[in-house]
């Protein structure tokens, strides 16, 4: 029994020695890291407004050191008016809500003219399952990083005769061997095992074929990640019957907004999907997956929107921010929400309210 008792005392001193051990440092911040900074804030359409709103409060709660410059931008105007575009460019971070986006004719995309304006180039969204929200398929973990500025989002069409429309799908190297660099980087910084390349090389040989001849060049120089390839169409057949096996993916741009949504589904929903759109200079943060998608009428007067996906591309940006500790919290709280099951709107199985998942999120906070 004295044995046992020693050891068992042994035990404990350990187990309270390690937890004396785990205190978190994220980062040493420099000399005024803790300033407020500036961040673009655009509403948008439909749900956006309450969602951002949403984010406002738990913000104001959380007492980060951000503050928002707001503006009106909606899917109908022409173009982002150049003041908002100057706002972005001085503050270098934006969040956004969705922008309605017109199908067939009308006004062209103002996401899309948003991202090129910018030189947005990588769109990043993270497709993961979330302890809690039952789905089908368990550890998923996939980033999608899509090219965002050409392929079939170059805008280039026409008619060349009467009931002949022609559409250009344009790429570049150099567009093509910066998102290969960035999708590569970023597995290399956040200790991802793997990349793959989607494709359609096996029809579009020229276009497709200088995409992937980019990837490949540049896997090379990063031997400690593992690279493959697979075409879009097998892709979306792996992604539904074995997502698990995907960690980073890098696609150009029509086929990265069909792989992350149907990632985002598997996952768990759009509604709790985070992401971003980054380049050299400027980020835009927003709604992972659907980043178009509005809401409906009936989901905006009843007012029960989900706000997890922007509460989480929130949380990147404050990481962005390099506000690691403000991030930690706010993903931490959002986790626990779901994880209880209580308060979780229709999307999720549950009906509650936009402001009751808001007010749970902000009683969840440390």
């Known amino acids: 029994m004295g044995v046992r008792s020693t050891v068992r005392r042994s035990m404990s001193v350990v187990q309270a020695a390690m937890k004396e051990i785990r205190r978190s440092v994220t980062y040493m911040p420099r000399p005024g890291d803790g300033a407020p900074r500036g961040v ?22 959380m007492h980060a050191p951000i503050y928002f410059e707001k503006y009106e931008v909606h899917g109908d105007m022409r173009r982002v008016p150049e003041e908002v575009l100057d706002s972005i460019r001085k503050n270098k971070v934006c969040l956004k809500g ?52 050409e392929g079939e989002y170059a805008g280039l069409e026409h ?14 190297k150099f567009c093509s061997e910066r998102i290969a660099k960035y999708a590569f980087e970023y597995a290399y910084l956040n200790n991802r ?26 896997a090379t120089k990063y031997p400690g990640i593992k690279y493959n390839e697979i075409i879009v169409d097998n892709c979306c057949m792996q992604l539904v019957s074995k997502p698990e ?36 200079d400027h980020a835009v943060f927003e709604q992972g997956a659907s980043a178009g998608n509005v809401g409906k009428e009936k989901m905006v007067e ?46 999720l199985g549950g009906d509650s309210t936009t402001q009751q998942v808001v007010d749970a999120v902000i009683a969840n906070l440390d």
């Open 193 to 218: 095992k793997k990349v793959t390349a989607v494709h359609k090389a096996n029809i579009m040989k020229l276009a497709d074929g200088l995409f992937l001849e980019s990837c490949r060049q540049v």
């Open 98 to 149: 969705g922008l309605r986006t017109p199908v067939g004719g009308g006004v062209s995309s103002l996401n899309v003219q948003l991202r090129k304006d910018l030189d947005l180039y990588a769109s990043l969204v993270n497709c993961f399952n979330l302890p809690g929200l039952p789905t089908r398929h368990h550890n998923v973990d996939i980033v999608v990083i899509r090219e965002n500025t």
């Open 245 to 280: 096996q995907f960690d980073v993916m890098v696609t150009p741009n029509l086929y990265g907004n069909l792989v992350a949504n149907t990632a985002a589904g598997i996952a768990g929903g759009t509604g709790v999907m985070p992401g971003g759109n980054v380049g050299a």
């Open 40 to 61: 673009t804030l655009i509403p948008g359409d439909g749900i956006g407004p309450l969602v951002t709103n949403a984010v406002e409060q738990v913000m104001e709660a």
């Open 302 to 347: 009843q007012k029960t929107a989900n706000p997890v996906a922007l509460f989480l591309s929130s949380a990147m940006m404050l990481r962005h921010l390099q506000f690691p500790s403000f991030a930690d919290r706010l993903e931490t709280a959002v986790k626990r929400v779901i994880s209880e099951g209580k308060y979780m709107t229709k999307d």
């Open 159 to 172: 008619e060349v005769v009467p009931g002949v429309v022609e559409s250009l799908k344009v790429m570049s």
